[in-house]
């Protein structure tokens, strides 16, 4: 008998919750009659998470896999590998933060079964992230949609066919923006509604420069905003310049005024940033795609561990 369902768990910092969550989850398992697998990655945590998850490990009744990555490469490329290796023929994500309940996996199985989906989002109601990073979520929307595509679906709960993986890179390497595949593959996508948990434990693993740093990656390499924004500012200035240059050509054709100064010193830093600023946008996409072309985007695992039981 295959595997119906993978569960995928990227982890990082979850040494005070991985023990709960993989007691919740080999209790709900044990009540289903279809064969489920676990598939941890550990993301490279500094703290103890490996050390607990390897020791928990014995006490799992179902086939797993876990899979350490040699440095933190962020939880979508953990997520991504996670899926390669997964066997299933449905495959899951879940946190690792107790904010998910284990048991929602499997109101989202029943549901794309029942709609026959290729892809189905846990929703939430109301979330129990901090309200800034909320804030900040929305704003990437706003961007993302600017490219007529909208991710307001978009969570970490998630269940799909494996078919859905097809654009998923053959070889291990970063992943900045996951569900950009996935809804790139998936034909028919739904929701559905599940509780989001308040963190009881701990802090999330994302500060805000990671936040920020996650946000610029999926802006430069999964939309073209910055370059609309850089095309449109550049006429737009250069419109207003016309008109200045303009009325400066006509003072002096007129009434034989001296050009200032002023006006030329500000008018040469101002375009200059605005090149400068430009170039560096450019600059930045060529970076990413020869870090691509050179295969430097490439992800280390340094330990596999699995059991089919």
Known sequence: ?????????????????????????????????YKVELVLVNDNSPDQSEKIILSSLDSLHIPYQYISLAKNYGQH??????????????????????????EDIGLLYKHILQTNSDLVYGSYGVKKHAK???????????????????????????????????????????????DDMLLMSANRVDTIAVNHKERKIGKSGYSWFKLINMALSIILLHSSFPLRLI???????????????SYYIYKKLMYD?????????????FSTGLILFSLGIIGEYIRRMWEHLQRLDGVIIEKEISNDN
Do not use: C
Request: hydrophobic share 50%; no cysteine.
């Open 257 to 269: 005024a001296v050009l200032g100064f002023t006006s030329i010193i500000v008018s040469i830093f």
């Open 77 to 102: 490329t953990a997520t991504a590998i996670g899926m390669k290796y997964s066997k299933g023929d449905y495959v899951a994500t879940i946190d690792d933060d107790l904010q998910h309940d284990p």
């Open 231 to 245: 095309s449109r500012a550049g006429l737009f200035i250069s419109i207003i310049f016309f008109f200045v240059g």
């Open 132 to 178: 800034l990073r909320n804030i900040g979520t929305l704003l990437l929307q706003w961007i993302l949609r600017r490219e007529g595509r909208s991710f307001s679906m978009v969570t970490s709960l998630r269940i799909m066919k494996r078919q859905v993986l097809q654009l998923l890179p053959n070889q291990a390497q970063k992943v900045f923006f996951l």
């Open 1 to 33: 008998m295959g595997i119906t369902l993978s569960i995928i768990i990227p982890i990082y910092r979850s040494e005070a919750t991985i023990p709960e969550l993989i007691q919740q989850l080999n209790s709900w398992i044990k009540e289903l009659n």
